[in-house]
């Protein structure tokens, strides 16, 4: 009796313990073997991660015109222009451009020949920059133009025309420091080597950096479009000031006697393009009314002419003035026209 008795207790703990393993086997996690990497674990999606979704950014400024110069040096004032190239771009292809070698009347500094290649005997006995001004406002038109560090070009242009480019301006070097974070920098070359991962064979001939630009803007609106980043016209559709200069006036004529002229003590500035007249040709309509002429506004400025393309912050600043007392009057284009007696033919 006391035998049977024995072998019940110990089948009752030997059932129980089976009945406590299988339980705990049972709550025990599946590990995945085919998966598992004790290394490399797998990465766990969060439900807060973004899914980057492509934009399309072919409504981007499809057309422009690129420009590009090389020169004797970096000062606009003493250096001069010794090559200028431009391509016209439509639907983001290319499709049209223009290249030219200039004599700059000056010796060509070694430095600069090591920097661009071009020595004297490349533009010897070739037009200098005033022959070619009026070829290079046909190709512009009313393009935007688009650069490398733009505003150095620009400048250089606008100086030794003797008059403003009232194109709007997209600058690749801005947008490049706005959206990219490279180690070796934001060169033009560096960029073309970025997006195609090709050196560079001729870089600084002007119509090869225009052609470089080409690749690294189009290559730029492909690439931010891909990791979803909506690039917006508005936010470049500006025309910067990062230069200010004056014209020199001594090459500007006023009439001996202006007390009888209409814009006699008048100190006008210009913001936009004023149609069928270029900068220089409105600057001295100005000077030949008795007026006096200024690229920005000062405390002595009494009106400001307002065109095409005008810049809104010049316009706001006029409507206050820069003292209390001060009192900008604030004409359109068609309006100073009518008081300096412009009619087209006179641009003709």
């Known amino acids: 009796m006391f035998g049977i008795l024995f072998f019940l207790v110990v089948g009752y703990i030997v059932f129980k313990l089976f009945i406590a393993y299988s339980t705990k086997q049972t709550n025990q996690p599946k590990t995945n073997y085919k ?115 733009i505003h150095f070009d620009k400048l250089f242009l606008e100086y030794h025309m003797g008059e403003s480019l009232m194109n709007k301006r997209i600058d690749t070097l801005t947008l490049a420091r706005d959206f990219y974070s490279l180690r070796d920098g934001y060169s033009l070359s560096n960029l073309y080597q970025y997006f195609t991962g090709e050196i560079p064979q001729n870089a600084h001939d002007a119509l090869y950096d225009c052609k470089m630009t080409h690749t690294v803007f189009e290559g730029m609106k492909k690439d931010l479009g891909e990791k979803g980043r909506k690039l917006n016209p508005k936010a470049y559709d500006v025309d910067m000031i990062w230069y200010h200069y004056e014209l020199p006036k001594r090459e500007f004529k006023k009439p001996e006697n202006c007390k009888d002229l209409p814009l006699y003590k008048q100190h006008i500035v210009f913001t936009g393009k004023i149609p069928d007249m270029t900068r220089r040709q409105a600057i001295q309509a100005v000077f030949d009314n008795g007026g006096d ?11 400001i002419v307002v065109g095409e393309y005008q810049n809104d912050s010049t316009i706001e600043i006029a409507k206050t003035g820069l003292t209390p007392d001060q009192n900008i009057k604030i004409i359109d284009a068609n309006e100073f026209k009518d008081i300096v007696g412009w009619i087209h033919a006179n641009s003709v």
């Open 35 to 149: 998966t598992y990497n004790p290394v490399n674990p797998p990465v766990v999606a969060s439900s807060k991660t973004k899914r980057i979704t492509a934009v399309d950014n072919s409504s981007f400024f499809p057309d422009y015109t690129i420009i590009d110069i090389e020169t004797t040096g970096l000062n606009y004032r003493t250096d001069k222009i010794i090559q200028f190239a431009a391509i016209r771009v439509r639907d983001h292809q290319i499709v049209d451009s223009m290249q030219v070698m200039i004599n700059p009347e000056i010796p060509i500094p070694p430095e600069a020949t090591k920097v661009n290649g071009i020595k004297d005997s490349d533009v010897e006995g070739l037009p200098n920059f005033s022959y070619y001004v009026q070829s290079i406002l046909e190709f512009l038109g009313d393009d935007y133009i688009v650069g490398h560090n």
């Open 293 to 303: 002429y200024g690229n920005q506004i000062r405390q002595k400025t009494t009106m």
